[in-house]
């Protein structure tokens, strides 16, 4: 097969950042994506309906009026029960985002005792409101490759079993557990794969030297997680659905002595996704997990254009623009055999 026309995919995790950077980014998704969940974790976040609504104008700005943000809320333990009203009222936010406090970049404004956030979790329970989970524990004593399916067992189960109508998206699994725990939760459960977890293998963090640009958390795991990943996205399985968490940094953030949790996808988001399946030789099954199964759990229509992509292959660019400072994209330097085609059709 050397074309795949496919209905317009929807990227159902992402990170935009602001400003700048924004205007950087906005466009390698808006090229490939119809809609987009766009995260919260700016600086200062987006904890209200307000700065959600200001947010998605300067969105479209820097991506055109033909992509469609979907809004998310920062979940704190300050988020009261009439934000969560008018956020399920103002038909532009579509999730709500826990972050453990400490568990990744800018989570120090999420949560640290899950029971403060009940009475949110309750009301976005009977207004349909889901929330979306980063599942990790944050405990420094926890080992950072069972963090998962730590907090599988001692949060996220717990959450599930609590709040029984609650819509939940289990955010970038990366562990068998995880896949696991998802094909065996009750309705309204469902999660999203990166394109580096159905590609890479935590060892890909340390080939030749240390690998910074494949650092993200939750971290890469092991073969058999990757392997597990990769059936249950290409499984037909609507419950695990597309979400490329491309998250960039500047190249000196990542390339420090302590450097950022993220890796930059969205200039690939859905070719690489079309390598993954071919691998797995399910090709036949993008266009449910990338176009459809999110739309479906989120309660939206299924976009109606289309996009092809070419088995062609290209060499992705050293660096990107970031307003100023430079992104490092997966790939950087090496092929892809996917290729975006701009003619229409
Ligand atoms: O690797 C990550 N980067 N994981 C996250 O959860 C956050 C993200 C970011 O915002 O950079
Ligand atoms: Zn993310």
Request: charged fraction near 20%; charge should be neutral.
């Amino acid at each position: 097969m050397n074309r795949l026309t496919l209905r317009r995919p929807d990227d159902w995790h992402l990170h935009l950042r602001d400003g700048p950077q924004l205007r950087a980014v906005a466009g390698f998704t808006a090229e490939r994506f119809t809609r987009a969940i766009v995260m919260p974790n700016l600086k200062p976040a987006i904890t209200t309906v307000a700065q959600a609504r200001a947010y998605r104008q300067r969105i479209l700005e820097a991506a055109g009026e033909n992509f469609q943000p979907l809004m998310t809320l920062y979940l704190t333990e300050q988020t009261s029960s009439a934000e969560i009203d008018a956020a399920a009222a103002s038909g532009i936010i579509h999730g709500v985002k826990l972050y453990p406090a400490g568990a990744t970049t800018h989570s120090d404004a999420g949560v640290r005792n899950i029971e403060k956030v009940y009475p949110a979790l309750e009301r976005m329970s009977s207004n349909g409101l889901p929330l979306l989970v980063h599942g990790e524990t944050v405990d420094p004593q926890d080992d950072i490759f069972d963090r998962e399916q730590r907090f599988i067992d001692t949060v996220l189960a717990p959450l599930i079993a609590r709040f029984t109508t609650l819509k939940v998206v289990f955010e970038h699994v990366t562990t068998r557990a995880a896949v696991e725990f998802v094909q065996g939760a009750r309705a309204g459960v469902a999660a999203t794969i990166t394109p580096q977890h159905l590609l890479l293998n935590r060892n890909a963090l340390f080939a030749g030297g240390l690998r910074p640009h494949h650092y993200c958390l939750p971290v890469l795991k092991r073969e058999q997680d990757r392997e597990a990943l990769l059936a249950a996205a290409t499984g037909g399985d609507a419950r695990f659905f597309l979400g490329t968490d491309s998250a960039p940094h500047a190249r000196q953030d990542k390339e420090s002595a302590c450097g950022c949790a993220g890796v930059f996808s969205a200039h690939a988001g859905i070719e690489l996704y079309a390598e993954a399946f071919e691998q797995a030789g399910r090709l036949d099954r993008l266009q449910g997990f990338a176009s459809e199964f999110g739309a479906h759990f989120y309660g939206l229509q299924l976009n109606e254009e289309h996009i092809t992509l070419l088995r062609e292959e290209w060499t992705v660019p050293a660096s990107y623009d970031f307003g100023g400072a430079q992104i490092v994209p997966f790939r950087a330097g090496e092929p892809i055999r996917w290729k975006l085609s701009r003619t229409a059709g």
